[in-house]
Nanobody
Framework: QVQLVESGGGLVQAGGSLRLSCAASGATLSSYVMGWFRQAPGKEREFVAASLWGAMKYADSVKGRFTISRDNAKNTVDLQMNSLKPEDTAVYYC????????????????WGQGTQVTVSS
């Protein structure tokens, strides 16, 4: 059973940066697809980024601003978020699954509890 715990959320002004981290226990992350999703109030959960081995995929809305990275030795996956916009405000979730990189949240089996990111204008 994989347990995921996110950290690093907070309040930041537009144009600022935040780095989210997801720590895993119960399994070695290196063989898992690791994804970041977000959910704003009243909206459906949406794909942000995912990685498997050296491959990465990003949502168009964050491409060029967000970077997903993994530290297999520490069993963590991070999301560096730069040039943040008010529309990035959401609860951000870390997720894990096996297989290939999916952007569909229904394909992910394990989820963290989420961390709030608020971007003020």
């Amino acid at each position: 059973q994989v347990q995921l715990v996110e950290s690093g959320g907070g309040l930041v002004q537009a144009g600022g940066s935040l780095r989210l981290s997801c720590a895993a226990s119960g399994a070695t992350l290196s063989s898992y697809v690791m994804g970041w999703f977000r959910q704003a109030p009243g909206k459906e959960r949406e794909f942000v980024a995912a990685s498997l081995w050296g491959a990465m995929k990003y949502a168009d809305s964050v491409k060029g601003r967000f970077t997903i990275s993994r530290d297999n030795a520490k069993n963590t996956v991070d999301l560096q978020m730069n040039s943040l916009k008010p529309e990035d405000t959401a609860v951000y979730y870390c997720a894990a699954t096996v297989g290939v990189i999916y952007s569909d949240y229904a394909k992910y089996d394990y989820w963290g509890q989420g961390t709030q990111v608020t971007v003020s204008s």
